[in-house]
């Protein structure tokens, strides 16, 4: 379970409040929840970039509050109890232009704030935005009831208006996109890498959060962005295929004795040169440029 605490300092005395006495506003800006006095932060969210013609998103934004009340036992007694009541907010995103907004979704003190702007980063005719959604919590802090100016499970879920189906929320880098070639790396090293990683796609970056991106097979953009607090991937597993399997390792010496004596000066030369650790090289070689050509380990 993971809270949004409220939004407050810590002054030396131990009091709370929203202001601190002196010339030092600048350093308060700066300073983190933890160094503030507070565990949790107050504010979560995420950026994204959409195109222009989408004209608007939906977002769900949702949390838990908690209160107490006295429930009666069997004993004829009363004890304090929680209780949750769920809170959810709809709140349409216009892309078509740049304003930047701050939308009330309980009073003053629960907001989201809403900024959009053009993309200019990026090459090609089409039209794009970068939105950043931050879920802020205002409540004031108070020492008898601070638990229930917390926001529990927060979350924020945004996709397409009308529809929600729609894939529109595109990749931060996709290497197979042609606007995308100017951001390769020089190093040969990351460009391999690159090509690896070129189904490993990142739609969003999280603000004190995760992201899940929802991408059907086959697409390369999202349909959905949610907000998640533990996050989870399936790791797929692996088996790395025996010697008379795959003919690129045939020649392969894995046993630890005779690496090991490739640590003796004398038998150097005798073993680099020859016929069996040659072909195992070459073998080694023509494995690792096809990993880098296809991105898998190849057939047996």
């Not at 939004?7 to 202001?19: H, L, T």
């Not at 638990?147 to 529109?168: C, M, Y």
Request: proline share 4%; glycine share 6%.
């Amino acid at each position: 379970m993971c809270e949004l605490s409220q939004r407050v300092c810590i002054r030396a005395d131990g009091e709370s409040g929203d202001e601190q006495e002196g010339d030092d506003s600048d350093l308060q800006d700066r300073l983190s929840p933890q160094a503030a006095g507070h565990i949790w932060a107050s504010s979560m969210g995420l950026s994204f970039t959409a195109p222009a013609s989408v004209g608007t998103l939906s977002a769900t934004v949702r949390w838990g509050r908690y209160t107490q009340s006295d429930e009666a036992t069997d004993r004829g007694t009363t004890r304090r109890v929680w209780s949750r009541e769920p809170v959810e907010r709809l709140v349409d995103i216009d892309v078509t232009d740049g304003a930047d907004r701050t939308v009330q979704l309980d009073g003053e003190t629960v907001v989201l704030d809403v900024q959009v702007r053009r993309h200019t980063g990026r090459t090609g005719t089409e039209d794009l935005r970068i939105v950043e959604l931050a879920l802020l919590n205002r409540q004031p802090d108070s020492a008898d009831a601070r638990d229930a100016h917390w926001l529990f499970q927060t979350e924020i879920d945004v996709t397409a208006f009308p529809d929600d189906e729609a894939a529109v929320f595109l990749p931060v880098d996709d290497p197979l996109d042609p606007a995308s070639h100017d951001n390769a790396p020089e190093d040969a090293e990351e460009r391999r890498l690159r090509l690896l990683y070129r189904d490993s796609l990142s739609h969003a970056k999280g603000r004190n959060v995760a992201v899940h991106a929802h991408v059907r097979d086959g697409e390369r953009n999202a349909h959905r962005l949610t907000t998640v607090w533990l996050p989870e991937y399936d790791v797929r597993a692996t088996t790395a295929p025996a010697l008379q399997e795959q003919d690129l390792l045939q020649g392969l010496e894995l046993g630890m004795d005779d690496l090991a004596a490739l640590a003796v000066p004398d038998r150097r030369a005798e073993l680099s040169g020859s016929s069996c650790n040659a072909s195992a090289y070459s073998g080694l070689s023509r494995y690792a440029e096809f990993l880098a050509d296809h991105g898998t380990v190849p057939a047996a």
